[in-house]
């Protein structure tokens, strides 16, 4: 039996649904992981609000592999339309329009293909998962724009990387267990944080990176 604490049993009382109440409580370490990620190995993604919410739009998908291949559908499809686009000098925001329409009729299409081989679990995905993966586009082509693509593809695979291990971290039963019996535990987070904001010292990416010439 799930031991739950007296915060918890309050809410599902309440009516809370207890997966709502696992996921807001996970939140907090699934930023906090993304944030350490970020500060000391030096993976740099899409910030720390667009992974924290693939990784929930991963756990809202049936099963993790649909969730990847919306996720490269989409990328794929959104540095396609830039090179079809560019040649009619658009303005950003149009530009941006277009794109969403053709990714949403693209994934429209992606889903009738998973029901038609019977995938049923990739035909059957939400649209909440879809639609914040699809905001993914605007934040891959600001980047595109200003930073070149092999920086944009470079931040999506690290968003892709941070949101699988989130994923994972948030499914992992034995850490949800815990935090349900004991989610005063998220609080530690706050200090984590704190010491993460002040970290001076060199990332583990850099140390890679300038290996040679610090030895």
């Known amino acids: 039996m799930l031991n739950t604490s007296s915060v918890v049993n309050f809410l599902l009382n309440q009516g809370v649904p207890f997966e709502t109440v696992k996921l807001i409580l996970m939140l907090p370490i699934i930023a906090t992981f993304i944030a350490f990620?970020?500060?000391?190995?030096?993976?740099?993604?899409?910030g720390i609000y667009t992974p924290l919410l693939i990784t929930f739009a991963f756990?809202?998908?049936?099963?993790?592999?649909?969730?990847?291949?919306?996720?490269?559908?989409?990328?794929?499809?959104?540095m396609l339309m830039r090179i079809a686009l560019k040649s009619f000098r658009l303005l950003y925001l149009p530009r941006v329009a277009i794109m969403l329409t053709i990714v949403a009729l693209s994934i429209l299409a992606m889903l009738?293909?998973?029901?038609?081989?019977?995938?049923t679990g990739l035909a059957s995905v939400s649209i909440f998962p879809i639609?914040?993966?699809?905001?993914?586009?605007?934040?891959?082509?600001?980047?595109?724009?200003?930073?070149?693509?092999?920086?944009?593809?470079?931040?999506?695979?690290?968003?892709?990387?941070?949101?699988?291990?989130?994923?994972?971290?948030?499914g992992w039963s034995a850490l949800v267990?815990?935090?349900?019996?004991?989610?005063?535990?998220?609080?530690?987070?706050?200090?984590?944080?704190?010491?993460?904001g002040k970290w001076t010292g060199l990332r583990f990416s850099e140390y890679l990176r300038f290996k040679e010439i610090m030895k």
């Open 37 to 46: 990620l970020r500060q000391v190995v030096g993976i740099k993604a899409f």
């Open 59 to 78: 756990l809202a998908t049936n099963g993790i592999k649909y969730g990847i291949a919306i996720f490269i559908t989409i990328i794929l499809i959104g």
């Open 112 to 119: 009738a293909i998973g029901g038609s081989v019977k995938r």
């Open 131 to 170: 639609l914040i993966m699809i905001s993914l586009v605007e934040k891959f082509i600001a980047v595109q724009i200003e930073k070149g693509d092999r920086v944009a593809i470079i931040l999506a695979a690290e968003t892709l990387v941070i949101s699988i291990l989130g994923f994972y971290i948030a």
């Open 177 to 196: 267990n815990f935090i349900i019996a004991y989610p005063w535990i998220i609080l530690f987070t706050i200090p984590i944080n704190i010491i993460l």
